[in-house]
């Protein structure tokens, strides 16, 4: 069974950016999508993108297109999503899950914007 | 693009069975797996259903899931309703190489 851990909280400042990690054990993780989520305070959730590590080739929902970029280092079991020009509605959990047929969702890490 | 609606809320007491329902507005129900999650409050998501009827292990057998095509809508049951299955429940499916959520439904268990 795969274990997804992801990286902790963060607090930034509106117009920076955000990296927020998620490392995979148990499986295999290369072969199988990963993908990214957030839930914004109260509400629910929205899919953000997602990425093939052993592809490499990563697709975003049309909301986040250009802004968001999602990654993968395949050595080291991890994907990595970065969001950029952040404003204080991109506050929110986000969480990264890996869709091995049964979906196994990371513990979700807390992105606050605030100046 | 499609969407996937569902109760905002539904209520039953311990011991009762209750169904969710998650409908698609375009395209059909069968044409891409849906998956069912639950989240407790305060927690991470976890998937009780797969591949449309499919409980992972660990997922009680009180957990079961369905497609409709006449209804273009799948439904989640939980049977023997307990305390610990309050909780909000999302579906999701696919559009193509895209992922499609539900509202999500909130479970109170009263």
């Known amino acids: 069974q795969v274990q997804l851990v992801q990286s902790g909280a963060e607090v930034k400042k509106p117009g920076s950016s955000v990296k927020v990690s998620c490392k995979a054990s148990g499986g295999t993780f290369s072969t199988y999508p990963v993908s990214w989520m957030r839930q914004a305070p109260g509400q629910g959730l929205e899919w953000m993108g997602r990425?093939?590590?052993?592809?490499?080739?990563?697709n975003y929902a049309q909301r986040f297109q250009g802004r968001v970029t999602i990654t993968a280092d395949k050595s080291t079991n991890t994907a990595y999503m970065e969001l950029n020009s952040l404003t204080s509605e991109d506050t929110a959990l986000y969480y990264c899950a890996v869709d091995t047929s049964i979906p196994y969702w990371g513990q979700g890490t807390l992105v606050t914007v605030s100046s | 693009n499609f969407m996937l609606t569902q109760p905002h809320s539904v209520s039953e007491s311990p011991g009762k069975t209750v169904t969710i329902s998650c409908t698609r507005n375009?395209?059909?129900?069968?044409?891409?797996?849906v998956q069912w999650s639950q989240q407790r409050p305060g927690s991470s998501p976890t998937t009780v259903i797969y591949e449309d009827d499919q409980r992972p292990s660990g997922v009680p057998d009180r957990f079961s899931g369905s497609i409709d095509t006449s209804s273009n809508s799948a439904s989640l049951t939980i049977s023997g309703l307990k305390t610990e299955d309050e909780a909000d429940y999302y579906c999701q499916s696919y559009d193509y190489n895209k992922q499609v959520f539900g509202g999500g439904t909130k479970l109170t268990v009263l």
């Open positions: 375009s395209g059909s129900i069968a044409s891409s797996y």
């Open positions: 990425i093939i590590p052993i592809l490499g080739m990563a």
